[in-house]
């Protein structure tokens, strides 16, 4: 047994803990992927003290649970459909053929064992821990407390069969924690830029946010999400007008727009159910280009256009199923 930055590890490490935890929350991808990476076949059997920067997620691996089983309601077996057909990453009705196939055929390789990371940013008060609470624990909490640096929630959940898991990074608007808060923006396979629907100015500052974001992660890797926040608090009328402006960003920052409310709870779960549902699609997409490229011995591509959807995805014909 042996303490490394106050994890106490173990070897005789279960198999699938090693790939699950390789992409476990860090500080700029340092220290449990470098324990897990060691091939010493470690597993972490409790948490002694880790490092506790100022702003550092206030969850040890035991709260996360991170080997829960999948709930029955984050069951996925359809593609959840985008919201306005105008600013969508794709607008097919069903996962990607090859996807779909994958999955049957249980040829889907790592996806099963990976933690996607997400992040949340934008400005303060937007509503963007809020909009995480609605989702992973159905609460809402009306009292404004700011994000301090960042927190994370897990979520798991099943896609045509195959276990997914969701890392969740909600991250703090405030200009005095920026800095804290961006060292965990690398690694993201999604970015959520969220803005008060109520707020014009927010959504002006949605690009510095993707921008920022931007900085630490490869934009033909990851896919963006455009969050208007707070839908209970606008008259139709003024819905209307806003929409108009958050579409055209959209469009701009090629996301995907999605309005929401956390109060009323609408579209909080269709959106992260579409979060997971195309993050899940690239992931697998990517997986298959790798091992196809292996198999053939030849270049193997690290870029995927696949993951890239946004306005892409009908480019290659499938190679498996029709
Ligand atoms: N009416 C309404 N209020 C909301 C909604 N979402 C959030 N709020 C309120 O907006 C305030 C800020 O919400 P937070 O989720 O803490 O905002 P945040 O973006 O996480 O803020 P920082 O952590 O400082 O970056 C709180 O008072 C919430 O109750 C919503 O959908 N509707
Ligand atoms: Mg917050």
């Given amino acids: ?6 994890l106490e590890l173990r070897r005789e490490a279960p198999p699938l803990l090693g790939p699950l935890l390789s992409s476990f929350p860090h500080p700029a991808g340092s220290w449990p992927s470098q324990i897990l990476r060691s091939n010493h076949g470690f597993s972490i059997t409790s948490l002694t003290g880790p490092p506790r920067l100022l702003g550092a997620p206030s969850k040890t691996a035991g709260e996360m649970n991170i ?17 306005r057909k105008e600013a969508a990453l794709h607008v097919h ?31 303060l008060s937007v509503g963007k821990t809020c909009l995480i609470n609605r ?37 703090a608007g405030q200009e005095r924690f920026k800095c ?11 970015i959520i830029i ?10 002006e500052h949605t690009r510095q946010w993707l921008a920022d974001a931007l900085k630490e ?47 009323t709870g609408e579209n909080v779960r269709e959106f992260f159910f579409r979060v997971a549902a195309l993050t899940f699609e690239a992931n697998v997409l990517a997986e298959l280009e790798k091992s196809g490229a292996r198999r053939i011995g030849d270049v193997v591509r690290i870029h995927s256009d696949d993951s890239n959807l ?3 995805a009908s480019k290659k014909k499938p190679t498996c199923c029709p």
Avoid at 68 to 78: I, T
Avoid at 140 to 166: C, H, Q, W
Wanted: charged fraction near 25%; glycine fraction near 4%.
């Fill in 180 to 190: 804290i808060a961006s060292t965990y923006y690398r690694g993201a396979q999604a």
């Fill in 93 to 123: 009705k069903d996962f990607h053929p090859r996807v779909t196939c994958a999955c049957q055929e249980h040829r889907t390789g790592t996806v099963g064992f990976k933690i996607s990371k997400v992040i949340v940013v934008g400005d």
């Fill in 310 to 312: 946004y306005l892409t």
């Fill in 67 to 83: 080997l829960a089983p999948v709930r029955r309601d984050r069951v996925l077996a359809e593609l959840p459909q985008c919201l």
């Fill in 217 to 263: 992660n490869d934009p033909a890797n990851v896919l963006l999400f455009l969050v208007g926040s707070k839908k209970d608090l606008s008259t139709p009328a003024q819905y209307v007008l806003m929409e108009k402006d958050a579409l055209k960003v959209a469009q701009e920052l090629k996301a995907e727009y999605w309005a929401v409310s956390s109060l």
């Fill in 135 to 171: 989702f992973c624990k159905d609460t809402f909490d009306k009292n404004y407390k700011a994000t301090i640096g960042v927190d994370f929630e897990m979520e798991r959940f099943e896609v045509l069969g195959v276990p997914f898991s969701l890392q969740l990074w909600d991250t």
């Fill in 194 to 203: 969220v803005f008060n629907l109520n707020d014009v100015a927010s959504l």
């Fill in 1 to 6: 047994m042996s303490h490394v930055l106050g």
